[in-house]
């Protein structure tokens, strides 16, 4: 898979690229990366990407141009090419607005062979940029960042690890997070006695049926703890996840 990244902060990308599982990935050449600096596509000599908004207000908005450029100019496509360019590439626009990333989204995205993240900055981007240049919209989280890069190395480390042969055990897709519509069981493994507390009993057993019956049982009640929505249920008023602060 070639994912190409545009951004105004390339050595962000540097040691996330080279580290782990994703790290192994790009030197395996299972997925190729290329971070584009949008600025080498800003003209004059600021190489300007921002000006005020119209209409007024806080911050600065990045300019359709440099943007334009730098996507169209980096992957070989001309300014008349953009239908050919979005049906070749998925060119996504990292952005609180978008659409929200889940893991089924993630696996579609994976079976694409071509990804172009834009990342933003500032207060955001030209809105034709989101209409005329990309394909689509993906927001992390219900959050705001400062930019769209650490964002983008979510899709990137996401996609990456689902594309065959980046992990070791395959088997662990399977099982973990999202994939059975629950959160995963919870994990131990030696001491089975920390400081006094012990690892549930039915994990020494041996008796692999039990172990998964405790496991699909685990699993549930956490979901219904912390991600209840997960499940079809209701979250409580006074915000997701458990009165115990289910998060890690
Ligand atoms: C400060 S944010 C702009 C927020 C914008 N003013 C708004 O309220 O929607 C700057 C950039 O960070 C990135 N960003 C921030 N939060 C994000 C999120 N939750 N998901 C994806 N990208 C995000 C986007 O690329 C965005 O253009």
Excluded at 164 to 184: Q, W
Excluded at 197 to 222: I, M, N, Q, T, Y
């Amino acid at each position: 898979m070639r994912i190409d990244v545009f951004t105004i902060f390339p050595a962000i990308f540097d040691s996330p690229l080279r580290e782990g599982l994703l790290g192994k990935a790009v030197r395996k050449g299972i997925v190729e990366v290329r971070v584009h600096d949008i600025r080498e596509y800003a003209p004059g000599k600021h190489r300007q990407v921002d000006d005020a908004p119209f209409g007024g207000g806080a911050g600065m908005v990045m300019k359709p141009e440099p943007l334009f450029s730098a996507v169209t100019g980096a992957l070989g496509y001309g300014m008349d090419e953009l239908d050919r360019l979005r049906r070749e590439v998925s060119v996504i626009m990292l952005t609180p607005r978008g659409a929200r990333l889940t893991q089924s989204k993630v696996a579609a995205l994976a079976s694409l062979p071509h990804l172009a993240l834009v990342c933003g900055r500032y207060e955001g981007v030209d809105e034709r940029v989101l209409e005329h240049l990309c394909s689509e919209t993906l927001s992390i989280g219900d959050y705001v960042l400062s930019g769209g890069e650490f964002a983008a190395l979510v899709v990137i480390e996401a996609v990456s690890r689902l594309l065959p042969g980046v992990l070791g055990n395959e088997a662990s897709l399977r099982e973990e997070s999202f994939s059975g519509g629950t959160l995963e069981y919870p994990q131990y493994t030696r001491p089975a006695d920390f400081r006094g507390w012990k690892v549930p009993e039915v994990l020494l057993s041996g008796d692999h049926a039990a172990v998964e019956r405790w496991r699909r049982e685990a699993a549930r009640e956490w979901t219904r703890k912390v991600r209840p929505d997960l499940l079809g249920e209701e979250v409580e008023a006074g915000g997701e996840g458990g009165a115990e602060g289910g998060e890690e």
